[in-house]
């Protein structure tokens, strides 16, 4: 039996054989990120604006992954904030239960603050102050030790495209941590880590509805 397609169904085809996120079932992310290249912060809010994600003038909060670092602009030409963060060990992704960080085009969906330095677990303060540089000492009820914690307070996360809408179910946010001396660098299980001053600042200084960009 001889099976005759046209010349549409056979790229269409290739693509599927050719592209790594088709094979076994999989599906294209279809994020933001895959076609928007950004040469700094600057110009990934120029891009941004382009393509319609954002508008001009939109407050952003922008984590720039190849350095590590956050941004905060109110206008695409200056940062009214700049800090250290840290992103996922694993490094970046989309996908549940892999400790990789977010992607794309996400908004800030709630804040959570407690006392400067206090524990928060399950985003719910605990009373328990713990220094920037000290290992905690805490063990959860499955009997795994949590030597980094959450500290001082939240800005929770929801993604605004399709590829990252999981975010706020897998918990991913910004956060204060006992783990200052390693913000700069990709330590942390997906969260994004910022110093326990920075995340008082941005708790402050940053509403609920703001526009927040993950660059890889």
């Not at 076609?35 to 110009?43: G, P, T």
């Not at 677990?121 to 499955?142: A, E, F, W, Y």
Request: glycine share 10%.
């Amino acid at each position: 039996m001889k099976y005759i397609i046209t010349e549409h169904q056979l790229n269409l085809l290739k693509e599927q054989w050719y592209d790594p996120r088709t094979w076994f079932g999989g599906e294209k992310t279809n994020c933001s990120t895959e076609k928007i290249d950004a040469s700094n912060w600057k110009d990934l809010y120029s891009k941004l604006v382009k393509n319609n994600l954002i508008q001009k003038g939109d407050d952003l909060l922008i984590v720039w992954g190849p350095s590590q670092t956050g941004y905060y602009t109110q206008d695409g030409k200056s940062a009214s904030k700049t800090f250290k963060v840290s992103t996922g060990a694993n490094g970046f992704g989309n996908e549940p239960d892999n400790k990789e960080t977010p992607m794309g085009l996400l908004q800030i969906a709630g804040k959570i603050k407690g006392k400067p330095f206090e524990v928060l677990v399950g985003k719910s303060p605990t009373g328990k102050i713990l220094g920037p540089n000290m290992d905690s000492i805490r063990i959860d009820q499955r009997g795994n030790r949590h030597v980094a914690e959450v500290l001082t307070g939240i800005l929770e996360l929801d993604g605004m495209e399709s590829c990252n809408k999981n975010t706020f179910s897998r918990n991913i946010y910004f956060h204060g941590t006992n783990k200052e001396n390693k913000l700069g660098s990709a330590h942390s299980n997906g969260c994004v880590r910022v110093s326990n001053n920075d995340i008082q600042w941005l708790i402050n200084n940053i509403s609920k509805g703001t526009k927040v960009y993950i660059y890889p």
